[in-house]
């Protein structure tokens, strides 16, 4: 997962399916939303991987099998070029009422708006998190989840398959003092920086945020399945 400054911001896309961005608002959002005098970089409110998968309006492992520089619209006018990468779907965890099979993705070509650099080379397997915008494509940013296959742990694993889900309800909120305090009943604090220094530690990669039956969120350690997780890897390669 690409580092991301516990200071920083990013596009939160909507949720509803309703109201759905365009090519060109959420590129003048990223652009909007991008703190002054960072010239070229790119910053993203930190995100445990729970809140990825529940915020994201599609969720899929996936092989890159090339990559092209297209319009970001049919507008004429419109000189915003973005990078459309050939996908082949291996999984879909997420997302299955919206978009049936998905060929294309498509990211930012400029580094300050967040585009994601994937290698196309149709072997190498990635988590990817996305939203679909008002036109039905795919986009995808660095303030997303893009995690190449092999750096996604076991838990996480079981947790897209089984966990997150059924769990969207908690709310998990970054902890970066001593003094944070969960200020809702289906609040996870998520202690990773402040007890690790780093923000996808043990947490991120471990637990997820449960509910509770009496409607409040707690941690818990997701208990790890070989033998599912084996059978998992050899259908889906």
């Known amino acids: 997962m690409t580092p991301q400054s516990p200071l920083g911001l990013c596009l939160v896309m909507p949720r509803s399916p309703s109201i759905a961005p365009s090519?060109?608002?959420?590129?003048?959002?990223?652009?909007?939303?991008?703190?002054?005098?960072?010239?070229?970089?790119?910053?993203?409110?930190?995100?445990?991987?729970?809140?990825?998968?529940?915020?994201?309006?599609?969720?899929?492992?996936?092989?890159?099998?090339?990559?092209k520089i297209v319009t970001a619209s049919d507008d004429p006018s419109d000189t915003q070029k973005l990078i459309r990468y050939e996908i082949k779907q291996t999984k879909m965890f997420k997302g299955f009422e919206k978009v049936k099979d998905i060929q294309y993705v498509y990211t930012p070509t400029v580094p300050p708006l967040c585009g994601v650099r994937l290698i196309a080379n149709n072997q190498k397997q990635y988590l990817l998190t996305g939203d679909v915008l008002s036109d039905g494509k795919i986009f995808i940013s660095?303030?997303?989840?893009?995690?190449?296959?092999?750096?996604?742990?076991?838990?996480?694993?079981?947790?897209?398959?089984?966990?997150?889900?059924?769990?969207?309800?908690?709310?998990?909120?970054?902890?970066?003092?001593?003094?944070?305090?969960?200020?809702?009943?289906?609040?996870?604090?998520?202690?990773?920086?402040?007890?690790?220094?780093?923000?996808?530690?043990?947490?991120?990669?471990?637990?997820?945020?449960?509910?509770?039956?009496?409607?409040?969120?707690?941690?818990?350690?997701?208990?790890?399945h070989p033998l599912r997780k084996a059978l998992v890897d050899i259908i889906q390669p």
């Open 23 to 67: 090519w060109v608002l959420v590129l003048r959002l990223l652009a909007l939303l991008r703190p002054p005098g960072l010239g070229e970089a790119c910053s993203c409110v930190p995100t445990h991987p729970q809140e990825h998968f529940c915020n994201s309006a599609v969720v899929i492992r996936a092989k890159v099998s090339s990559e």
């Open 142 to 224: 660095l303030c997303n989840e893009v995690l190449p296959w092999e750096d996604v742990s076991s838990a996480q694993r079981e947790s897209l398959n089984h966990g997150y889900l059924i769990n969207c309800g908690c709310k998990i909120t970054t902890c970066y003092s001593a003094d944070c305090t969960n200020l809702v009943r289906n609040e996870c604090l998520w202690t990773d920086w402040l007890l690790e220094r780093r923000l996808y530690g043990n947490q991120a990669q471990h637990f997820i945020c449960k509910k509770n039956a009496d409607s409040t969120c707690s941690w818990q350690l997701v208990h790890h």
